[in-house]
């Protein structure tokens, strides 16, 4: 009879947690005496991966395609986030934000799954572990070595990171920039020429830098900053290449943050100019689900002429479940 009562109340609480918050129900669980074998369980952000054959523009929130939401029950894990997908040979990586639960007091890591399909994913293990948080793991190859752009904000740097055994040895190559902590750094080369679109967060601008090579020093770009509405100042994810165009994906902060993903195609980029402009504002948007809370992440591999691989985060921080300490 209590399993019964047991199991009616939590699939009631993860019925209600797409849409509501839980609080009341979770402060009665924190209680005393109900603390003293109850305990709440939230499920944080949460990452996933979907295939689509639609255009870049027509992406949204809502009717995703089949899908597989990764999540990790680890016991220190209080969710994934900052998804960045990748492929070599015949192989999927994704490599994301490793956070730890407050109460430990930690940062969070960075750590890493693969697939065959790109959609069962198997977590394998957390490959940077700094004594500063890290998050926004960008990882891309070059000259047949594979490089890691992570957000390290707390060092006041921009880290350049190299495989010295890939997927999971990886030591820092290059500080790229310091003093200053900038986050969500990400680059496209364009003729011969990189350049990096940064986000101070002190001051809470885009920046733009260019630079000769990959590991050259930063020149500030004339048209720096770029902006510093919260509708597009902050990055999230790398440069998306299609159909013979570049576009920039950008938080939308405007309802808080993480409440959605702006899509804009940059119209020009050079040494002494960068236009864009907006495509779709939002592309995806905070709904209910595991997109309740928040959304602010997305990373794109084409597959073929049209197929795309598609990995998105999401934040539901509603108490799902009742779990027996």
């Not at 997908?85 to 799954?113: T, V």
């Not at 990171?161 to 990400?186: C, M, R, S």
Request: charged share 20%.
């Amino acid at each position: 009879m209590l399993f019964t009562i047991f199991w009616i109340v939590n699939m009631a609480l993860y019925i209600r947690s797409k849409n509501h918050s839980n609080k009341a129900l979770e402060k009665i669980i924190l209680k005393f005496p109900f603390n003293l074998f109850l305990k709440p369980y939230k499920q944080g952000w949460t990452i996933l991966t979907f295939k689509t054959s639609k255009p870049l523009e027509q992406f949204n929130t809502i009717n995703l395609p089949h899908k597989s939401t990764i999540n990790l029950a680890d016991k220190d894990c209080s969710g994934l986030a900052d998804p960045f997908l990748f492929k070599e040979d015949s192989n999927y990586y994704l490599f994301f934000e490793y956070e730890y639960h407050k109460y430990l007091k930690k940062g969070a890591d960075i750590a890493y799954a693969t697939s065959k399909n790109g959609i069962d994913w198997v977590y394998q293990k957390k490959i940077l572990q700094e004594p500063f948080h890290q998050s926004y793991p960008y990882v891309f190859k070059k000259d047949e070595n594979f490089y890691m752009l992570p957000e390290s904000y707390q060092s006041n740097q921009v880290r350049l990171y190299k495989a010295k055994n890939f997927p999971e040895n990886w030591v820092l190559d290059t500080v790229l920039f310091e003093g200053v902590q900038f986050v969500d750094t990400i680059f496209v080369e364009v003729d011969a020429i990189y350049y990096w679109i940064t986000t101070n967060l002190i001051s809470n601008e885009l920046l733009l830098f260019y630079s000769e090579n990959l590991k050259a020093p930063w020149i500030k770009h004339p048209c720096s900053p770029l902006t510093n509405y919260v509708k597009n100042n902050r990055n999230a994810g790398p440069i998306i290449k299609y159909n013979c165009k570049l576009y920039r994906v950008a938080q939308d902060g405007t309802k808080g943050y993480g409440s959605g993903i702006n899509l804009y195609q940059i119209l020009e980029i050079s040494k002494t100019n960068y236009v864009e402009r907006a495509i779709k504002e939002p592309l995806f948007f905070k709904k209910s689900g595991i997109f309740k809370d928040a959304v602010h992440q997305l990373s794109i591999l084409n597959e073929n002429g049209t197929e795309k691989l598609v990995a998105l985060d999401g934040a539901n921080f509603a108490m799902n479940k009742i779990i027996i300490k």
